[in-house]
């Protein structure tokens, strides 16, 4: 993970601001004004509601350069960097100025010795300089807006190096301009081509050369904007480039390549930024596979892996995350280009029966609706293929047609079905003649047609007419390579165009001041301890959540009593602040029915305690709720993220499964419910062999309960645990079985 400092901002942050007078760092360099409230617009565990732009107009396009280290002699890494810079300098319109203390002209352009001897003040300073630290004090006196800093040695190198960049990053702050890298390179000046037209992908990589693959999509006729290589992220990160690219009109999509995020909360605004614009933001994310085993005392903390939030955080604001460099730069390019879909309908269309079927299996596996054609379209397209082959969808004409004017008749018909959005032409591999009156009927249907035409061209060689100079000619047909990545790249066209029509920012709608429940369960909090499981409820209930009638007792004779109040049949089990999992140590009694087993419950479990030297806060008698779906509902607190709420079905098959689903507040009604539809286990809420549907809008209810609670009470609770969460038949709602909460 490149230069990652991990962090969220505290609970303290809204008194700091005010105490100060001042607005967090990050609006110092917005491009827009926001009013005074947006400035300090917090929620109600302190984090900002609002992503700001910072201004990289200047960065992007300056007037004036100056390349600090600048050298011409021949052999020296920086004289290479020197030329490529003021090439670079040349095609934007930059004025560029060497620096260097021994050199009076570098490239025939004069030099100059100091930053201080600089002829005007420059918007952008390129540091070809082994340590960057006292450059950046001096730039602060002139200054200077952006710099760039190449050097390594860093964060990337340990512990030290993590130390000399917190320093840089600290004196970055102090001087008020805006840093790329350090330990990053040369790919925001590179050459990008200006004869294409059409919306552009704008790159954002933290390993240069995994960018490559997106900047070669030039030579296929696809546009690039803008490349980031953000580096160790020391100042400016992944985040702020997304916010800047999100509001460049001639973006249309957002490519990263992700190593390690700098902030959890910079990156959901700066996403809920993109989601608002409708701009699609697709990602590869190093770090799917779990380093290192999280320890945490609560079923929810073993199930929410670091990753697992990345991926549940992605996913909630609508980043579409693909493993490959390849899908990459596929699922960018279309998504780049292509326009908004009428329909969510895919039809499959080709030349061999086999390869439709193929295709279809793999595509109806991955979730894209292959809807039946009608009858009468059915009928339509029979005029022009043979009766005998399929046109239901996949569409099969057999090969002879798509070699004279039927096959524009073919398409045409096909895109005229309202239920048909996407039309998918896998060509496994060239026929000529066949193969390139297919590719140009393609292309001619799709510059007269709305909807989108996706052409697989299987060939391995490439070097087809009908692929490089039809196809990959075309502005409006998608061309893949391969099946897979065709899929991929659709499934999130129409996936993003679902996301973005209902999208609705949970920042708009986040709470910003305490609710009742936040002082009554405040109250109840022991910083540095596990609560024990009365206390737990205690604080459950504080936020309106349904637990068993229980007492907690102190005798045998009490416990009876209790029994009679709560009614049989009840369940007892040992109460103590460090009794994380009671049902291994035989604390935990069921289905009692007299008194005289009350006695000897009560016996037992002191005993077991006193054997197992645990402390009691007492016993508690439980009424026992038997029918009904377990599930368990949770908080864990996310390094990067802060508080995440976890679901998933409870009891045992929380282990042994490991069905959840996560979201990271603020969230709502709409992500709740998304949450339960995402696991496997989805089923047993509607009811199965004769079981009745489960509550499901208790549990909703139960599940934004506990994400206010995780949002009020913010780094104070390590972490909570419901399960069994019991969710009841339909209209008769969820009770908290059992709760383990630890305070931080």
């Known amino acids: 993970m490149l230069g990652s400092t991990h962090g969220t901002l505290t609970t303290d942050f809204r008194a700091r601001v005010e105490a100060c007078g001042e607005t967090p760092r990050t609006a110092v360099h917005s491009s827009a004004a926001p009013s005074a409230e947006d400035a300090v617009a917090l929620d109600v565990s302190g984090r900002p509601l609002h992503s700001d732009v910072p201004d990289l107009d200047r960065f992007f396009r300056p007037e004036s350069v100056a390349v600090i280290g600048a050298s011409d002699a021949e052999g020296r890494p920086n004289t ?25 002209t570098v490239f025939g352009l004069a030099c100059h010795a100091s930053v201080a001897d600089l002829p005007e003040q420059v918007d952008l300073a390129v540091l070809l300089v082994a340590d960057p630290l006292p450059v950046i004090e001096e730039l602060a006196e ?11 040695g860093f964060a990337e190198t340990g512990d030290a ?21 350090p330990n990053t390179n040369l790919n925001a000046f590179e050459a990008f081509r200006q004869d294409l037209d059409g919306p552009a992908i704008a790159l954002i990589t933290q390993s240069g050369h995994q960018g490559r693959p997106v900047y070669s999509l030039q030579e296929l006729g696809i546009r690039l904007s803008h490349w980031a290589p953000t580096g160790n992220e020391a100042d400016l990160e992944t985040s702020d480039f997304i916010s800047y690219f999100a509001e460049q009109p001639e973006v249309g999509a957002i490519a990263c390549y992700v190593e390690g995020l700098k902030d959890g909360r910079s990156f959901l605004l700066a996403a809920d930024r993109a989601a608002r614009a409708g701009v699609p933001v697709v990602a590869v994310k190093v770090g799917r596979t779990e380093t290192g085993a999280r320890m945490a005392a609560s ?44 329909a969510d309908g895919v039809v499959v269309y080709s030349i061999s029966g086999g390869t439709g079927a193929h295709f279809s299996d793999l595509a109806t596996e991955a979730g894209l609706t292959l809807p039946i054609l009608d009858p009468a379209k059915q009928d339509e397209l029979h005029q022009w293929i043979p009766e005998y082959l399929n046109v239901a969808n996949p569409v099969d004409n057999g090969g002879h047609p798509v070699g004279d004017w039927r096959g524009r008749k073919i398409i045409d018909a096909i895109l005229a079905d309202p239920s048909v959005g996407v039309l998918i032409c896998p060509i496994t591999g060239p026929f000529p003649p066949m193969s390139d009156r297919l590719a140009q009927d393609l292309v001619d249907a799709a510059e007269q047609t709305d909807k989108l035409i996706c052409v697989i061209w299987g060939s391995p060689v490439g070097t087809e007419d009908a692929y490089r100079t039809t196809l990959l000619g075309s502005s409006r047909v998608a061309t893949f390579r ?14 993003h165009h679902r996301f973005t029509a209902a999208y609705r920012s949970p920042f708009d709608e986040a709470p910003r001041t305490p609710s009742p429940s936040f002082r009554k369960a405040r109250a109840l909090m022991r910083p540095g301890q596990q609560l024990s499981e009365h206390a737990a409820k205690q604080l459950l209930r504080a936020y309106g959540i349904r637990v068993p009638r229980e007492q907690l007792v102190t005798s045998a004779a009490a416990a009876v009593r209790a029994a009679g109040l709560v009614g049989y049949p009840v369940v007892m089990k040992a109460s103590g602040p460090q009794l994380a999992h009671k049902t291994e140590l035989g604390l935990v009694k069921v289905a009692l029915t007299s008194a005289s087993q009350i006695r000897d419950a009560y016996r037992e479990l002191t005993d077991i305690a006193r054997y197992e030297d ?34 998933g079905l409870g009891g045992v098959l929380v282990e042994v499964l490991h069905d959840a689903a996560v979201r990271v507040p603020p969230f709502g009604e709409d992500q709740a419910r998304a949450m339960l539809t995402e696991l496997r286990g989805h089923a047993l809420l509607e009811g199965v062999r004769g079981a009745p549907p489960a509550d499901v809008d208790a549990l909703v209810e139960v599940i934004l309960r506990i994400q206010r609670m995780a949002l009020e009470l913010g780094d104070d609770l390590s972490e909570l645990d419901i399960n069994p969460l019991m969710v009841l038949p339909r209209g008769q709602g969820a009770v908290a079985l059992d709760a383990l909460a630890i305070c931080r």
């Open 80 to 104: 290479g960097i020197t030329r490529q810079l003021i090439a670079w300098a040349e095609r934007v319109g930059a004025r560029l100025h060497p620096v260097h203390p021994t050199r009076t």
């Open 142 to 152: 002139t200054k200077v807006k952006f710099a760039v800093a190449f050097a390594s």
């Open 161 to 181: 190096g993590a130390a000399a960049q917190d320093r840089l990053a600290a004196a970055v702050q102090r001087s008020g301009l805006r840093l790329l890298g």
């Open 299 to 342: 079923h929810t903390g073993k199930l929410t892996g670091a990753d697992t939030v990345v991926d549940a955080a992605m996913r909630q604001f609508g980043v579409i995350r693909v493993d490959g460099l390849d899908e990459l730069q596929d699922t960018a390019a279309l998504l780049a280009r292509a326009r908004r879909p009428q």
């Open 482 to 495: 391969t099946f897979g990545n065709c899929i991929t790249a659709v499934r999130a066209y129409l996936g």
């Open 614 to 647: 645990v402390p009691l806060d007492g016993i508690l008698v439980c009424q026992m709720i038997e029918r009904g779906v377990e599930m368990v509902v949770g908080v864990t607190q996310d390094d990067l993220f802060g508080p995440t709420v976890t679901v």
